[in-house]
C-alpha cells in the first residue's frame, strides 16, 4: 500500500539526511488535520468528503510523485482540474443527490468522463498500468457489452446513467470502498506513518531481537518476528521489506546465511504483515465494509491463522538449519534491556491504547486508532534515550505527515480505481454471471469453486495490489463460494490470504524483487526459497476452509485452539518434508501425513 516512487520534493542534504519541502509537510498536515477532523466533527456526507480525499491525494499523486518535467507539469493542470471537478461535486451535493445519477448537462458530462479519467491516470501514476487496464476493460463492457453474446451481455445503459451513477451518486467513485478509504483506512495509514517516523521500528526490532535472537537461526526469526509487527502497520510487503530488510538480511549475510536465503526470509516475512492483526495493512477495514462484520470479529477470525503463518516460517528456518548452519547473532549485536524497554514503549503505549479503547472502551477503531494517533505523537518529542528535543519532534513530525499524506494519496488512488470496477460489476450484472459461470465451471462443488478462486487470485494479484485483488475477486468469486456453503467471512478471508500469493509466486513477486536485489542474488532462488517458507500462504486458506473452526476464536475458543494445533501439527510435518535434509522416503510420507491431518482428519 505504501508508495514505492520517488518524489522531487525530498532531496539529500549535504551530510546525506532528507529533508522535506514546507509545501509539502503543510499539505500532509492538511490531510492528516482534515481525516482526523472527520472523526472528531461528526458525519460529512459522502459526496463531500470522499471528493475532498480524491482532491487531497491529486497533488502526492500527479506532483510529488513526478518523474519527469512532463508528468509535473502535466501533473499541476491535472491537479488544478481535478481539485475543481472534485469541488464541484461537493459544493453542489445536495442538488447532485436530487438527479438520481442521470446527467442532464453537457457539463456535468464532461465533469463526469474527466473524473473517471482522472482516476484512472491517478492510479497508472501511483501504481501502473495494470489496475487502469483492468477498469478500462470494465468500462467499455458497460459502454459496449449489449453487443457481447450470449449470457454475459447485457441489455445496455443510457450514456447519461451509466456515466452519472459513477460519477454523481454513491455508485462508482464515491462508492463504499473510497468510504472505507477516506473514514477507516487513512486513519490507520496515518497511525502507521507516526509510529515509523520515531522510534517503533527500532522497537520492533529490538523486542525481535531480545526474544530470538540467541536462537538458531536467530537473525532469520529476528526478521519473522520484526516484519510481522512492522507489516501489520506497513500494509506492503515491498515497503516491509525495504525498511526491515535493510537490518535483517544484512544481518544474516554476515552471519553466513546462504544470500538465497536471508531474501527469502525477509520476503516471505514481510508478505505475512498484512494478515497480521491487529492492524492487517487495509484489508480488515474493507473487509468490515464488504461483510458487516465488526472490526473486532475479523481480527479474532484472522489472529489464529496469521501466527500459524508465522509459525511456519519459523518451524521452516528450524528445517533449513539441518541443511546451513544458521548460528545465533551474537551478544555484540543483541540490544540491552534497557534499550528494549524503552524502545517497545514507542510502539506499546500506542497499540495498547489503541487495543484498550477498542475492547474496553467500546469505541469505533477509527476513533481509538484517532487517540492512539495522539499519543504517537506525544511521543514523537522524545528519541530512543528519552531525550527531549522540540527540534527532533519539529523533524519527526514533518517526516510523518509527509509520510501520512504520501501512502493516504497511494491508497486512495488504488482504492477510488478500484471502486469503478465494483460499480459497473453493479450496473451490469456481471458479477453474477461470473458467479454463475464459477457455479458452472466447478459444477456446483466447493473444492473446484476454491481452486479456480485462487488460481484468480494468483493471477490477478500478479497485476494489481493486494487490496485491489481482493475486492475486486471476492466481488465476482465471493457470492459463489457463499452458495456453496462456505460462511461470508470465511470466504472473504480465503481470497484475501490468496490475494498475497503473487508477493512470494513468481512471474510476478514484489517481496522477492526487492529482497534479491537487496542481497545481491537471482529472484529466481530467492522465490524458490521464499516459497519453501512460505508454505502456509498457500496451504492455511484451505485448511481455514476444511477447519472453520480455526476462525471462531471470539466464539469457541476451545475448538479454535483445537484445530488450530491441529493444523500446526500438519504445516510442521509438510515443513520438515519440503525442507529437511531427510532421506526421500521420509519426506514424502511427511508430507502426505500433514496433508492428512490437515484436510482429513
Request: glycine content about 12%; hydrophobic content about 55%; some cysteine.
Amino acid at each position: 500500500m505504501s508508495s514505492t516512487f520517488s518524489s522531487p520534493a525530498v532531496g539529500s542534504a549535504v551530510d546525506g539526511s532528507p529533508r522535506t519541502h514546507p509545501v509539502w509537510v503543510i499539505l500532509g498536515t492538511l490531510t492528516v488535520a482534515f481525516h482526523l477532523g472527520l472523526i472528531f466533527y461528526g458525519l460529512a456526507p459522502a459526496l463531500v468528503s470522499r471528493p475532498l480525499h480524491m482532491a487531497l491525494a491529486l497533488p502526492w499523486i500527479l506532483i510529488h510523485a513526478a518523474r519527469t518535467p512532463w508528468e509535473r507539469w502535466s501533473g499541476w493542470l491535472l491537479t488544478l482540474l481535478g481539485i475543481a471537478a472534485c469541488g464541484y461535486i461537493a459544493f453542489n451535493e445536495e442538488a447532485l443527490a436530487s438527479q438520481y445519477g442521470f446527467i442532464d448537462t453537457h457539463f456535468q458530462m464532461l465533469v463526469g468522463v474527466f473524473l473517471i479519467g482522472l482516476a484512472l491516470e491517478a492510479a497508472r501514476r501511483a501504481i501502473g498500468w495494470p489496475l487502469p487496464l483492468v477498469t478500462l476493460v470494465a468500462l467499455f463492457y458497460g459502454l459496449f457489452g449489449e453487443w457481447v453474446p450470449g449470457q454475459f451481455g447485457h441489455p445496455g445503459l443510457p450514456l447519461q446513467s451509466y456515466v452519472g451513477t459513477l460519477t454523481l451518486t454513491e455508485g462508482g467513485l464515491w462508492g463504499k470502498l473510497t468510504g472505507v478509504s477516506v473514514g477507516v483506512v487513512a486513519i490507520f495509514v496515518i497511525f502507521g506513518a507516526v509510529l515509523n517516523a520515531g522510534e517503533a521500528g527500532r522497537g520492533f526490532m529490538n523486542l525481535a531481537s531480545a526474544f530470538a535472537g540467541r536462537l538458531t537461526g536467530g537473525a532469520a526469526k529476528v526478521a519473522v518476528i520484526s516484519s510481522a509487527l512492522m507489516g501489520s502497520i506497513s500494509g506492503s510487503a515491498s515497503a516491509n521489506v525495504a525498511s526491515t530488510g535493510a537490518i535483517t538480511i544484512p544481518s544474516m549475510v554476515r552471519l553466513g546465511y546462504p544470500r538465497t536465503l536471508a531474501g527469502g526470509v525477509e520476503a516471505v516475512a514481510s508478505s505475512g504483515g498484512q494478515i497480521m492483526p491487529p492492524l492487517m495493512g487495509a484489508g480488515a477495514f474493507v473487509m468490515v465494509e464488504l461483510t458487516g462484520t465488526p472490526y473486532t470479529q475479523i481480527m479474532a477470525a484472522a489472529l489464529l491463522p496469521a501466527i500459524l503463518y508465522f509459525a511456519t516460517v519459523w518451524m521452516g528456518i528450524n528445517a533449513f538449519a539441518t541443511r546451513h548452519d544458521l548460528r545465533p547473532m551474537a551478544a555484540g549485536d543483541q540490544p540491552g534491556g534497557k534499550e528494549v524497554l524503552i524502545t517497545s514503549l514507542f510502539f506499546a503505549v500506542p497499540f495498547v491504547l489503541l487495543l484498550e479503547r477498542i475492547f474496553l472502551g467500546g469505541y469505533t477503531p477509527q476513533y481509538a486508532a484517532s487517540i492512539a494517533i495522539f499519543a504517537g505523537l506525544l511521543l514523537l518529542f522524545c528519541d530512543a534515550t528519552l531525550t527531549f528535543s522540540l527540534r527532533g519532534f519539529a523533524s519527526r513530525l514533518a517526516e510523518a505527515v509527509v509520510t501520512a499524506g504520501r501512502q493516504v494519496a497511494v491508497i486512495g488512488a488504488i482504492i477510488i480505481c478500484a471502486s469503478l470496477v465494483i460499480g459497473v460489476l453493479s450496473l451490469t450484472g456481471l458479477g453474477v454471471k461470473i458467479t454463475s459461470g464459477i457455479l458452472s465451471l466447478s459444477n456446483e462443488m466447493l473444492w473446484p469453486a476454491l481452486l479456480l478462486t485462487a488460481l484468480a487470485c494468483l493471477v490477478l494479484g500478479m497485476e494489481v495490489p493486494t487490496t485491489a485483488a481482493y475486492v475486486i475477486c471476492v466481488s465476482v468469486a465471493g457470492p459463489a463460494l457463499t452458495e456453496l456453503g462456505l460462511e461470508p467471512l470465511l470466504a472473504h478471508l480465503f481470497v484475501f490470504w490468496y490475494a498475497l500469493l503473487s508477493t512470494i509466486t513468481p512471474p510476478v513477486c514484489g517481496g522477492v524483487f526487492i529482497a534479491a536485489g537487496m542481497v545481491g542474488e537471482n529472484w529466481l532462488k530467492v522465490a524458490i526459497k521464499a516459497m519453501a517458507l512460505g508454505l502456509g500462504l498457500y496451504i492455511i486458506p484451505l485448511a481455514m476452509v476444511a477447519n472453520p473452526d480455526v476462525i471462531r476464536l471470539a466464539f469457541d475458543p476451545l475448538w479454535a485452539i483445537f484445530d488450530a494445533v491441529k493444523i500446526a501439527l500438519g504445516l510442521v510435518a509438510i515443513s520438515y518434508g519440503v525442507i529437511a535434509r531427510r532421506t526421500a522416503w521420509l519426506r514424502a510420507l511427511l508430507v502426505v501425513a500433514g496433508t492428512l491431518v490437515i484436510l482429513a482428519l
